[in-house]
């Protein structure tokens, strides 16, 4: 009798525990046409970079080929060398604008986004508002005023009027993406901080600051960035300049009676290296980041 009670017993719970037939995950042989179309999109959305790559590696002579070579036969150097000899200033020039970049946007956005975020300032709405439609600006309308204002002050051609020109993009990005996520920071661990007698500086410096650190690495990635690949600002406000970024000095092998493709693109690809290990050291706190505050608990 016993066991047969505990036989009905094992019986209904298998029968409460078992999935519907249909339900599981499906076999592998269904699921090949996704991996397949994974490859197929991830491929398409390489291909310019192996093109990239595989056009420096090409020769001068073999550039107008037709049709082109799938893979750099007889390949060549001479575009990094070339890159080596005379873009390494540029490249320099756009690490110290960069840099310099994401050293006032987070000076400035982080602050304020705190603000706006906890300490709930008089107008903060209006001015969160007025954030969003600065994000709207086109670029070359800022670069016209900029290019006024420039001339006036005398900073025109200089490496640290490019840096205010993309610290003012990278600002309102900033500044949203702080406050997204200092919004779900919570009240109780500021509360604690201030019954120990931290003043609201030392609040943010010593408590905000340090658990923000998803939103700190997006903001810094994003602001380099831009900076980084930004040519409109460049070519307005340091065109004639003898300190200029790598954008302009790619733009210097192209003219109307000659372009220097190997060089271009080999310059391209070295330009493009410090961006990919950064998106690549950076992902999971990007993510982080990016999506702070668009949940809430």
Do not use: C
Not at 128 to 142: D, E, R, T, W
Not at 267 to 286: D, E, M, N
């Amino acid at each position: 009798m016993a066991t047969t009670t505990v036989t009905r017993a094992v019986t209904t719970r298998s029968a409460r525990g078992a999935r519907p037939r249909g339900t599981g995950t499906p076999p592998a042989t269904k699921r090949w046409w996704r991996t397949a179309l994974g490859i197929v999109f991830t491929a398409v959305m390489l291909f310019p970079v192996y093109w990239m790559v595989n056009v420096s590696l090409t020769r001068d002579q073999d550039m107008r080929k037709s049709p082109p070579n799938l893979i750099p036969i007889d390949g060549t150097l001479h575009g990094y060398t070339t890159v080596l000899g005379q873009q390494l200033p540029f490249l320099g020039t756009s690490l110290v604008v960069g840099l310099g970049t994401v050293v006032l946007t987070l000076a400035l956005s982080a602050p304020a986004a705190y603000s706006l975020a906890k300490l709930n300032p008089r107008g903060g709405g209006a001015m969160s508002f007025v954030l969003l439609i600065a994000q709207m600006i086109p670029a070359i309308i800022m670069a016209m005023g900029f290019y006024t204002i420039y001339v006036q002050l005398g900073i025109l051609d200089t490496v640290w009027g490019l840096v205010l020109a993309d610290f003012t993009i990278a600002v309102p990005f900033g500044v949203l993406i702080f406050t997204a996520f200092m919004r779900g920071i919570p009240d109780e661990l500021l509360n604690a901080a201030r019954i120990d007698g931290a003043s609201t500086w030392r609040t943010f410096t010593a408590v905000v600051m340090p658990v923000s650190r998803n939103s700190v690495v997006t903001v810094s990635l994003f602001s380099f960035l831009w900076a980084w690949s930004d040519f409109l600002f460049a070519n307005t406000l340091d065109g004639g300049g003898d300190a200029k970024p790598i954008t302009l000095g790619i733009y210097a092998y192209i003219g109307n009676n000659n372009q220097e493709w190997n060089s271009i693109m080999a310059t391209a690809v070295v330009a493009s290296i410090p961006a990919a290990v950064l998106l690549v050291l950076a992902q999971r706190y990007v993510a982080a980041g990016v999506t702070a505050g668009a949940v809430k608990d």
